[in-house]
């Protein structure tokens, strides 16, 4: 049996209340039905189970599809509907761009599409924006409904407000109801608590996550959480809602849910969030090039901006610049460590590690090789199809012959013969145009392969340009140039990772082993 994986499957749902016809097990019972009657032993399926179709986004199972298809592991996709791949216009085209860039059809059971015609890809288009137009409008309904159950004080916030337990009744949605769950209700009373008593945001934040309380959703806690907290109207017996047809978009109507802080406790919160909620006083004046940029080297989050202010005897006051873990800024101890680092030294170490790659003559050799290779790989499938094209055409071409041969011999009559080239006429029309498409991908790349000495030119020209660049240009043109910046667990800035991006091709940008410098 040949165990080359011809066909890969795809389905997911929404929600948990799916749809008849749309379950997953209806769309993998239909997607097995179409590989048995089209002989196809070998398929894989991949599952997406209570996913929306907004996004790629948060769809590990579509994911690991694209994945696979960049390396080649199928020739053709199906699924049930278009729908169920997405409901984002934009998402199914470059969906199907990567799929075409692969040699990969894609094949939609219920709309009887392939993307391997002129006329497929028009369909696409077509129902890839009923797709979108259908999304849009459920997401409008559901935000109108949402809407006119807030102006009632309905509850509205499902499971994610920290204290609140909502209740659905499987029948009658209007018996559901919201109950408060005790333990939870004592943290939110505390948290409002510490932060009258003269607590910050940070210290609140630290102090949870080290007694190992979580979030809803199971997290540590962050500075903007604990602040999410301390501001929602929930916990005053309050709903909010945004009604766009008032000056003042959002409003607050009275709750049919039970209150878990006393407004006194809730107003002494507000006036020392106003207090304390200022614009800084000073402005820091230093470009962080890096931001983004830099892992930290423990948890792997990027790395932020932070800075550290001194005032010695009969000195002026100085400031120190550094990178900090932004998982630790954010989430205190509990969550990771500083791990800082100088941003001058990061700074100038990257600069100087970037301009000697671009001077390196073998780097502008190693790029040619890369971009000549990958212009071979993206003509290759095209070639392919192109050749394929032009024996389909031919072979086409002898029936028609052939078909003359059959009348003349009195095999068919005048009728079967004007019928029959009508169809080979409408097939070998249908080729040419695809063969013409074909042709243009191909005249669209260089018809010769990329020069040395192009290359060459390109970098030096990028050398001064980096160099004369104003920090914020600078900035820019690192974010261009590099996806990241790995440090070593001890810090050292002559031991850093950097990776050059999609324009460097994502070569490893080697660094200039020096001093140790943290």
Known sequence: MNNTLLVAGYFRVSTDRQVE??????????LQDYCHKNNIPNYKFYVDAGRSGKSI???PALTKLLEDARKGHFQQVICLRLNRLSRNLKDLLHITELFEQQGITLHSLTENLQTNSPMGKFALQMLGSIAEHERNQIKQNV????????RLGKWNSGNLVLGYRWVPHSVHRHLSYV??????????????TWYTSGLGLKAITNRLNKNSHRTKKGKLFQNMSVRGILTN??????????????PEHKKVVDGEHDPIVSNELWDNVQKQLSLRSH??????DHTFLLTGLLKCPACGSSMIASHVSRKRKSISRSISYYYICSRYASKGGSACQPNHI?????????????????ANPAIAEKLVLKLNDQRDKK??????QLKEHETNIATLKKRTLRCYELFEDGHIDSKELKNKLERLKSQIAMLELEHDELEQKIVSEPEQPIPLNHIRHILADFKPVLQLAEPSQQKALFRSMLTKITLSADRDISQMVIQGSAALLHLEIPTIKGETNK
């Open 57 to 59: 986004a948060d769809r």
């Open 179 to 192: 109950e408060i769950i005790p333990d939870e209700a004592e943290l939110v009373r505390a948290i409002f």
């Open 279 to 284: 614009p800084p006083s000073k402005c820091i």
């Open 143 to 150: 935000q109108l409904g949402m809407q006119r159950r807030n």
């Open 379 to 384: 003509l290759l499938p095209v070639r392919q």
């Open 342 to 358: 100088g941003a001058v030294q990061a700074e100038e170490a990257v600069q100087m590690n970037v301009q000697q790659f671009l």
């Open 233 to 246: 109207v929930n916990y005053i017996g309050k709903i909010t809602y945004t009604d766009k047809s008032t």
């Open 21 to 30: 016809g749309f379950s997953l097990e209806a769309q993998k019972a239909a």
